[in-house]
């Protein structure tokens, strides 16, 4: 089964329904960002601090890692960095580039894996911004090794992933307000179904999610030579019920060190 080709034409579909991770900026919001008045958020809600950032943006290489959509990286290079934005929807992409054209900036895009970086060359970017997606990979440890092969040494990590808590309820329990324990971490969308609801479930174009360890989100940047530096906690700003209960996501900000430094 391949998840990475099922997941591209999934958020293909997504563009075309306008999901709301789907959206690109306004140009309001790129006039601001060329002014000196930008934010991004790497979850659902919350702004990455400013402080996570270096002081000045200005030719700062940046890649935006399963990114497009035309929110972060847009953003970022109206504030004057020298941006790449890399996703495995083809349309996601187009949605940066038509903000690039807009409102004419500078804007790379390439259409290719999370987990395979290969045309990056090491320690090409000073930068790399990961909103939530890892969720759409099975082997998240290849993520975090290629986010550091690419960086240089001090290179700043920014990424937002999902508490595995979210994952352990049923899903339809949880569209109707009820919290309703069913799933193990790690966890699959596949996981339990026979081979007819599989082919019923790819046949429906809907994401394959997988719901990841908090070790291996944390542990594995660690594992991969990064330095934890920041962290916060995010949720679903009251739209699902869990939020009354606990946050379901996190961001943290790490630092690439070189052996020995």
């Not at 060329?34 to 402080?51: D, F, H, L, M, N």
Request: proline content about 3%.
């Amino acid at each position: 089964m391949d998840t990475v080709k099922h997941n591209s034409l999934a958020w293909d579909k997504k563009v075309e329904e306008e999901a709301v991770y789907t959206k690109a900026v306004s140009a309001g919001d790129i006039k601001k960002a060329r002014a000196g008045e930008w934010k991004i958020t790497v979850t659902t809600e919350k702004q990455v601090p400013r402080s996570w950032f270096p002081q000045s943006l200005n030719g700062v290489k940046v890649l935006c890692l399963a990114s497009g959509g035309g929110q972060q990286g847009p953003i970022l290079a109206a504030a004057g960095a020298d941006v790449t934005v890399v996703d495995i929807s083809k349309k996601q992409l187009e949605q940066d580039e038509m903000v690039a054209r807009r409102d004419g900036l500078e804007l790379k895009t390439l259409q290719c894996d999370m987990t395979d970086l290969s045309a990056f060359q090491d320690e090409e970017f000073d930068l790399v911004i990961h909103p939530v997606s890892n969720v759409f990979v099975e082997d998240l440890s290849a993520v975090w090794k290629e986010a550091a092969r690419v960086l240089k040494d001090r290179g700043i990590l920014i990424s937002g992933f999902t508490n595995p808590l979210l994952f352990i309820f049923d899903d339809e329990e949880d569209q109707k307000g009820n919290l309703v324990v069913k799933h193990r971490i790690p966890y699959s969308t596949l996981d339990g179904l026979t081979a007819e609801e599989i082919e019923a479930y790819m046949e429906s174009n809907q994401t394959i999610e997988f719901g990841h360890t908090l070790e291996d989100q944390i542990q594995g940047q660690v594992d991969a030579g990064f330095l934890i530096a920041g962290l916060y906690e995010d949720d679903f700003g009251g739209r699902r019920p869990l939020d009354q209960y606990i946050r379901c996501f996190i961001a943290t900000r790490a630092i690439k060190l070189e052996s020995g430094n």
